[in-house]
């Protein structure tokens, strides 16, 4: 029953109490008590509907991070694929089954919202070139190896490239558009790795870069050599 809905009870009651069959009491009196009951009534309800209500906690949804996750990359042999994870504060990268999408394997993992994954596989799905680019203009090659039903990683020579001064021409090269930049480019059928390594600068009207490429082999061990090496330079005004 509602607060206001206590108006009529209260008359009732009155009318059979002592005070109802006193000879004294007239009916003006008895309609003006009503109403005083029902105006009493009314503001009590009306206090009780205006007392605030407590907020509905937050969802766990609601304070979730907004990572999102896709697969790529599948291998030749269409058994293992990678699941990418994007968020704000984390970047991951994981080895999966590509038919169930079980995660195998950890990879790898970077806390820099720029940072961005690419997977070269080999021919024979047994072993791939991880490219992790931090932004701009660095990236990576890491390589992994299957050994024992796990792809581990292979500790490959360090890979870098200078820019002679003679390319330089004397100018001033305020912007690095490539710091050594690793791109891991074919795998062959005898298990060698193509991979390219770039250095470029430029400003003041000029450009001057140094491209390494490498042939890099691997033992029945897995062990990595470099197989051959050779680079190309190049320094250009622009409009050239």
């Not at 004294?24 to 309609?31: A, E, G, P, R």
Request: charged residues 25%.
């Amino acid at each position: 029953m509602g607060r206001a809905g206590l108006a009529l009870p209260i008359c009732s009651l009155l009318q059979n109490s002592r005070i109802g069959k006193t000879r004294n009491v007239k009916l003006t009196s008895w309609f003006a008590i009503c109403v005083l009951g029902a105006i009493f009534a009314t503001a009590v309800s009306t206090v009780s509907a205006e007392e605030p209500t407590a907020s509905p906690a937050p969802s766990s949804s609601d304070t979730q991070d907004d990572t999102t996750k896709k697969v790529e990359f599948p291998s030749p042999d269409e058994k293992f694929a990678f699941l990418i994870g994007h968020g704000e504060y984390q970047q991951t990268i994981d080895l999966i089954d590509k038919k169930t999408e079980k995660v195998l394997q950890h990879i790898a993992d970077d806390d820099m919202s720029s940072v961005n994954y690419k997977v070269l596989w080999a021919p024979d799905s047994k072993r791939f070139a991880l490219m992790t680019r931090a932004g701009h203009p660095n990236q990576d090659v890491t390589v992994y190896l299957q050994k024992a039903g796990k792809f581990q990683e292979i500790k490959i020579p360090e890979l870098t490239v200078d820019i002679p001064a003679r390319i330089r021409a004397g100018k001033e090269h305020p912007h690095v558009a490539a710091n050594n930049w690793q791109e891991a480019k074919k795998w062959n059928k005898d298990g060698s790795l193509l991979l390219t390594i770039d250095n470029t600068i430029d400003g003041a009207g000029h450009t001057a870069s140094a491209t390494r490429t490498v042939l890099l082999g691997f033992d029945k061990s897995g062990k990595p050599k470099i197989l051959k090496s050779t680079v190309k330079y190049e320094s250009t005004n622009d409009g050239e």
